[in-house]
């Protein structure tokens, strides 16, 4: 069992929660049992090493079992260990080291999704993370992250994709310009979700919907520049009827990509 947590070992660990060191050594951190439970479930072959409190794994038996059928080791540790490790203050019992793993931009639009999500310059890491989770709910074929967008690895967004990451492909820095073209060889359309756009329910009643659609997400704050917007098909608004003043962008990004996939579905 680790004990020290002042040994290289756990110090390295911590170190991922760090962009240097992620991009240094490729790896990431995963904490958390639902995370760790969809890495070891749908990709055991990216986790190098994982952690638990032994409190954890007698709780989490199906965790247990699970990492014995996918051949990963698990090293008992402190919760003093576990809690220098983490990046959170309770990371409930486990902490996973694992390869970073990308997928090329190029590989996404070659096999002609029918639902993408985009995003460009979107810097609030739970914003990533949950439209992430959102694209996977509603069966979205992948996501694009620029090179202007918060880190995929970031320890925050990891932590509010809930595993999702785990379950579809992401592509990541690339620039906006060279997704366009992809997006047009792929035989999609773009639409940019902007508050100056065109009324969601007057596209959706158009059919619009229905089509292979690439939807474009832009900054929290700013939204998407002139000259971004300009690359779209056409800029959608998502309404709102009642009196708050904005919409938060992630909320905003799963209204449009279910609204997507229903009409793809129906």
């Known amino acids: 069992m680790l004990e020290n947590p002042r040994s290289p070992r756990v110090r390295a660990v911590a170190k991922l929660a760090k962009k240097a060191a992620r991009a240094g050594s490729g790896l990431f951190l995963l904490e958390g049992p639902q995370s760790v439970a969809e890495a070891l479930t749908f990709r055991p072959q990216l986790v190098v090493e994982l952690y638990a409190t032994p409190t954890a794994l007698e709780r989490y038996t199906d965790i247990a079992q699970t990492a014995v059928d996918a051949g990963v080791d698990v090293e008992f540790v402190t919760e003093h260990v576990l809690e220098t490790m983490a990046d959170t ?9 694992c390869h970073q793993f990308p997928t090329s931009v190029k590989d996404i639009f070659f096999a002609k999704p029918r639902l993408v999500a985009i995003l460009e310059e979107v810097r609030d890491p739970g914003n990533v993370g949950t439209i992430i989770r ?29 595993g999702s990451i785990f379950h579809l492909p992401i592509a990541v820095g690339v620039e ?3 997704v366009r073209v992809r997006v047009r ?67 905003a990004a799963s209204v449009c990509l279910y609204e997507s996939a229903f009409a793809q579905r129906s």
């Open 176 to 178: 906006l310009d060279d």
């Open 185 to 251: 060889e792929a035989g999609m359309q773009l639409l940019a979700a902007d508050i100056k756009g065109d009324d969601l329910l007057t596209v959706r009643a158009e059919g619009m919907l229905v089509e292979p659609t690439a939807w474009l997400f832009g900054n929290e704050a700013r939204g998407l520049p002139d000259e971004k917007l300009a690359l779209a098909d056409r800029a959608i608004a998502v309404p709102i009827y009642g009196h708050a003043e904005s919409m938060n962008l992630a909320t």
């Open 134 to 162: 959102a694209a996977d709910a509603a069966g979205a074929d992948a996501v694009v992250l620029t090179g202007r967008t918060v880190d995929l690895y970031n320890p925050k967004v990891v932590r509010s994709s809930t």
């Open 89 to 97: 203050v309770t990371p409930q019992g486990f902490v996973a080291v």
